[in-house]
Each structure stands twice: as C-alpha cells, then as structure tokens.
C-alpha cells in the first residue's frame, strides 16, 4: 500500500505563492508517478500537473505559474505555486501510481491523499 499525507495548504492573498508538500510512504518512491489534482464544490475533479523521472506535465491554467518537483531522498512531492488568483481556489489533492508515464486523467491514479485547502482571496 501507499499513503500519501499532504500539507501547506492555507489562506493567502491574490498574488501570493504558496508551497504544498506531499509524503509519500509504503512503497518505493522512485517507481511512482504523481501529479497534483484539485476539486471544487460541485464541480469536477481538475488535473493540474505530473511528474516523472523524466517529464513534468501541467495544466494550461497554471504553466508558468506552478511547479511541480520531487525530492527523492524525502520521499515528498512538492507543488510550488505562484502568482496565485482567486480561480486557484481549491482542494488539493495529491496523486500516486505505479506506471512508466505520468497522466491528467484522474483514473490512472491509485493513491490518493486527503486533500488540503487553498483559499485565495482577491
């Protein structure tokens, strides 16, 4: 099994740039893909980036705003995200599989963490 626990979630002004942080524990790291999902209130769950040993992978909302990375030696997958808008307004949502490439479907992912907040307020 694996779990993941994010966190860094908060509240922020337009504008600002926060760091999410997920930990990934129960297997082996480095055979992971991961991406990072949002959700809001009755609507749909939306893809937001990925990354592999070899490609990252983002959303057209956030390119050039958010960068994803991993930390191989933490076991911990990070979502830097800057110049944040009040449409960045979400659930966060942390993703893991085991496969060679990484996806935007939500589907392709078996491991998901709990979720942390992000409110930014314009």
């Known amino acids: 099994q694996v779990q993941l626990v994010e966190s860094g979630g908060g509240l922020v002004q337009a504008g600002d740039s926060l760091r999410l942080s997920c930990t990934v524990s129960?297997?082996?790291?480095?055979?992971?893909?991961n991406a990072w999902f949002r959700q809001v209130p009755g609507k749909e769950r939306e893809f937001v980036a990925s990354?592999?040993?070899?490609?990252?992978n983002y959303a057209d909302s956030v390119k050039g705003r958010f960068t994803i990375s991993r930390d191989n030696a933490k076991n911990t997958v990070y979502l830097q995200m800057n110049s944040l808008k009040a449409e960045d307004t979400a659930v966060y949502f942390c993703?893991?599989?085991?496969?060679?490439?990484?996806?935007?479907?939500?589907?392709?992912?078996?491991?998901w963490g709990q979720g942390t907040q992000v409110t930014v307020s314009s």
């Open positions: 129960g297997r082996t790291f480095s055979n992971l893909v």
């Open positions: 993703a893991a599989a085991f496969a060679l490439f990484p996806s935007s479907v939500g589907g392709s992912y078996n491991y």
């Open positions: 990354i592999s040993w070899r490609s990252t």
